[in-house]
């Protein structure tokens, strides 16, 4: 939690553009200042921005220049900044750290801020920042790191205000006062029983407003979304969007109040596991622009050798038909019409299908209902663009019978297109895969292949090159 | 903000399945009731659910028993339910309510929820709802809706915590607990001048480990981030997760504190944007398994027609090469493997683009440095396919000059691919256009049409079909 600074149209200007993206001209001034040996000029700059853009500008500048960068701002290069940067940038700057630098920055960090930069580091440079660390820094990190990747355990920090169900308002706000080691930013009061089970949470604005005779346990809410330590961060999301959470308690296995998570540390992984799903599709990995480009080149090869292998099935199918091609060459100028408009129409019903699962909207209830839905889409798209299609070839050919054959086909493959597009994310869902992972490889399969069948098969059959 | 009910492991068995969606039994054993006419049996069943999960209940039954449940649990269907609520089956049981039972919904709700649900309304109900209403949430909800469609206007609520400067904690400490209509929920302090203008924020953890005599201007923090009245809701989103915001005061065009925005009413948003470019790229509209048939057909038939025209480009390319074509038929049972391929190709690189540009990393100071990577990305790619399917080729065909030649123009168009992945969402951004949008259709004309072209241009200039 911190703030920009300033008002946003003075202070902004001459920073971020109408867009909110940080100024080239900003970005410009700043590497002016370092290639004229000027760091003090460059520090001056970069003194009034807030953490996050930092970050950003860190990202902004090219790859070269982000050490000497550092080396000039080092004193505005905080745990903050680290906390905010894009993790492919922070990783690199990262190493050219030694381990008792990262150390001191993980040390001011949240601990779940703390994991995120020592989660990404290779085992024995991860041992040295431990072994650099304070003891309890040590043993908060340590902890953390024996819960699973992208657990809740990973993502709540230790630090939190617990109090006995016992006490009143009153008591609470001299606890507060008093004892200068809490923490100072937290949104909600976890009340506990003896065995330090949660029974009920209060949110500080209650607090505020009740009189200070009255007991905590009458101000509390007593229904709560407790948070399993080993849940996995994309259900965390999901449990904070749907119950507009703004913190939750994360309790053991055995029940205990063990951490807790808040919004802010939330609010990314809502807006990356959203944004995924584009990425997966399309078989682009993980998608960063700041990922090195070996590691695309792996991520995404894969998957072109993928769609390799299903366009030879495609091939194959029209191979069957050479000989009808052989006699009648339009129809190979007309095939890819069927296929790309089917795929296209089949990718749709895939986006669609695969949000809904992402976002538990569709589930078993309705998975029939999604089903018939789409075929009734289908059906509307098929007759429509088979209509234009049919009729703009029969003209164009001159040849009613081509025109036909291509509409019967369009309408043939976009209905199967609708189907495939729903079925083969349900399936990959039910088979316990992320739809988003696999399901384009097939949905392309079967709208190509299906496609380059129907045409070319109907035209075989109707003798159009008899 | 509220929350889920009892211990998770426990209240949660009956009703969620281990991936968090709705247990289908349970929505059968309602709807059962619901058969049996045994409305008091449903209505039990729902009692203890979170407003959340009832309307979840909603989305879930078929379209034509969601009156019926409606009736039967009319007392639990109150504003939290229809705040949960997914936006077209709202607005569709909002049209089985009388204006005044509408009117009574809104009552209860937060202005921005109230607004959500009343600017769907076609404008007569819409009078009729706002003629229902008492004075102040008429008012309330006529200035919200006064401010352009998804801007800070319609997102931010009027009810918060101002407090004067000159205050000290103990005079906002009796504010709170002596003025008993003020608002419960908030969970950040507004300190203004006497202009109305904020001059810092105060969290409410800030407030409570503070003593009573200090000054509220010597806890608040006078950096913070102002939203303008009139921002777009996604740039709302993206300066509430950049800075990790939990609250924010929102200012008119004369700087004056109008209302704030809490990070509950933007989790959403996030979701949704993130979420929609998977939609948006593959042309299926909005992409709510909820949304009419006929919405849906009218949003996606546009891009299949659209599509249609891009596939006939192609087309016309492949016309150009039919005699090559008739003295090689092999040539068209391999083509639509150059343009699959490079297709895909493109799509990966574009989700990479449009996800950067959407979330403010791709700016002027970068773009270069992307292309240039995607360049390398893409030789890599290409090369990698291209030796896979020339040498596949070669073999098959027994005709090294065939491998050669399908391997060059993969090579090509897969160079072609990752130049226009880059280029069209940027140039489409850079026109003021949503990169999401158009950026598919530019994409797949340029890799389907490069491929053909490259394909049986070089078989024609090799003199393969001699």
Redesign the interface.
Known sequence: ?????????EARAPLHDE????D?GF??GVLARLDEGDAEGARALVEPL?P?DIA?LF?????DRRAGLAAAISDRLDADVFA?M?EWVRDELIDVLAPHEVAEIAAQLDTDDAVAIIEEMDDEDQRAVLRALEPDDRAAIEEALSYPEESAGRLMQRDLIAVPEHWTVGDV?DY??RNAD??????EIYVVDSRHHPVG?C?????????RGVAIADVM?R??????VDMDQE?VA?????????SAAVVDGS?RLVGMIT??DV??I???E??E???L????GE????EP??D??RA??R???A??L???V??TI??LF?GT??RM??L??????V???GG??G??????????I?????????TW??IT?EI??AL??GV??AA??GIGVALVFTSPALGGVIAAAMMTN?FIAGLAGVLVPVALDRAGADPAVAS?VFV?MTT?SMG?LAFLGLATAAGLAG
């Not at 990202?59 to 790859?63: A, G």
């Not at 229904?223 to 399993?228: D, G, M, R, S, V």
């Not at 190979?332 to 019409?337: C, G, K, N, V």
């Not at 992402?358 to 309705?366: E, G, P």
């Open positions: 939690m911190s703030d920009t600074g300033l008002d946003p149209e867009d909110d993206r940080m080239p970005v410009g807030h996050a950003d990202e902004l500048v090219p790859q905010e894009n706000l507060l006062r809490l923490t100072t930013d937290f949104w949470t949110k500080l604005s209650w607090v505020l407003r009740t009189p809410q229904e709560q979304t407790l948070i399993p259900e999901l449990r904070f969007q749907k119950y507009a959470l703004i029940g919004v802010d609010v990314h809502i807006q990356e959203a944004g799903d584009v990425l599709l399309s078989g682009a998608g960063d622009i700041n480009v070996l695309s080149y995404r090869v998957w072109l050798l769609n390799l299903t366009a030879l495609a091939s029209i191979s050479e091609i052989a060459v339009a190979a100028t007309l095939m890819p019409i296929a790309g408009v296209n129409a990718t749709q019903t895939m986006a669609v299908t695969v949000r809904a992402a976002t538990n909207q569709l589930t078993a209830s309705n209902r999604s839905r009734r889409v509307l798209n429509t663009v234009v299609i976009i384009s392309t190509d380059f």
